[in-house]
């Protein structure tokens, strides 16, 4: 991965010209710092497609995509590959030419190997920030593992069908929070202070208890994923229709584990939930935009995250999106 800009590193006028809007919304130093995040893709879906656009385009310093799917199996919601990309050309590969082209001031690069290649410790060692899209729970839980030692953040996230989720760790995390009191005589201050938040890691996250959550508020999503996790970390794999009943069985362990009762996971949510086998753009956009706005804010340091430490978004639900903090 390239390395980031030395810290410090001032905007030029064409930088400054570009991003103008956006430094009238978050300030010149808060751009600076994005300019020099260094943020690692693994899986380039149609999810990975919308936030390496976004974040593309708000200057990120530098953008590494990992997958070696060739594009004659792209997946269609990747918008970033054309259609006409020559079949031997990887996703990756594909993806970061489009993403080039839309801002010339982000340095984007590929490296070689499967997604999981981005575990590899010369791979972290050059980021920031980890984005795993599209990968079960057995990678996302050895990739939390990885960051917290390297101290990395880590956004993770799945979009299936009417389902799609987001989960963030990044660790103890400092930002800064701008401060307006208002004077006696009319006029007011701005103040700006450090705070630190922190963040559950994934095995938290997913194994902690329920016992007095109101099951009524609960999202049923994070109950279902939090079963499909476990599958995931048995199998190494994400289930399909023919695991129906394995996660039954699963679904009334983890849930007597959590102290609540299995009933309250519908059935009918998790079975579609193993059964679809592709994403839907209009889920990827949501859900691919809240975590562009987290990973801005993240490098950016710039306010408090929205996430911490699940962002959860189904049809099921009425498609209303909520943030949940597990563990």
């Given at each position: 991965m390239a390395s980031s800009p030395k810290a410090g590193e001032q905007l030029t006028e064409h930088e400054a010209a570009i991003y103008d809007r956006q430094l009238r919304v978050w300030g010149v130093e808060t751009q600076k710092r994005l300019s020099q995040a260094r943020v690692l893709i693994a899986g380039c879906n149609g999810l990975a497609a919308e936030v390496a656009k976004n974040i593309v385009l708000a200057g990120v310093g530098s953008v590494a995509l990992v997958d070696d799917t060739p594009c004659s199996l792209r997946p269609p919601s990747n918008f970033l590959v054309p259609a006409d990309a020559p079949?031997?050309?990887?996703?990756?590969?594909?993806?970061?030419?489009?993403l080039a082209e839309m801002n010339p001031y982000v340095k984007v690069s590929v490296l070689?190997?499967?997604?999981?290649?981005?575990?590899?410790p010369e791979n972290l060692r050059q980021a920031d920030l980890l984005l795993l899209c599209g990968q079960d729970a057995s990678v996302i839980a050895q990739a939390d593992a990885l960051c917290r030692e390297d101290g990395v953040a880590l956004f993770a996230g799945v979009c299936r069908g009417i389902f799609g989720w987001a989960f963030a760790d990044l660790g103890e995390h400092t930002y800064l929070w701008e401060k307006v009191e208002e004077q006696k005589d009319?006029?007011?201050?701005?103040?700006?202070?450090e705070?630190?938040?922190s963040f559950p890691s994934w095995a938290a996250a997913t194994s902690c208890s329920l016992q007095g959550v109101s099951t009524k508020r609960l999202s049923k999503l994070y109950l279902l994923l939090r079963v499909c996790a476990k599958f995931e970390q048995q199998q190494e794999r994400f289930p399909t229709a023919e695991d129906a009943e394995a996660l039954a069985a699963l679904a009334a362990g983890v849930?007597?584990?959590?102290?609540?009762?299995?009933?309250?996971l519908p059935a009918n949510q998790l079975a579609a939930y193993a059964a679809a086998d592709a994403d839907m753009p209009a889920i990827n956009a949501v859900v691919g935009g809240v975590v562009a706005n987290e990973v801005i804010k993240a490098v950016g340091r710039k306010g408090e995250p929205a996430v911490n430490n699940f962002f959860l978004f189904s049809l099921a639900d009425g498609g209303q999106g909520s943030v949940e903090r597990m563990g």
């Open positions: 079949a031997s050309t990887t996703v990756a590969e594909a993806s970061a030419t489009t070689p190997g499967t997604p999981v290649a981005a575990l590899a009319g006029s007011s201050s701005k103040t700006v202070e705070r630190m938040l849930c007597s584990e959590a102290g609540i009762d299995p009933a309250v």
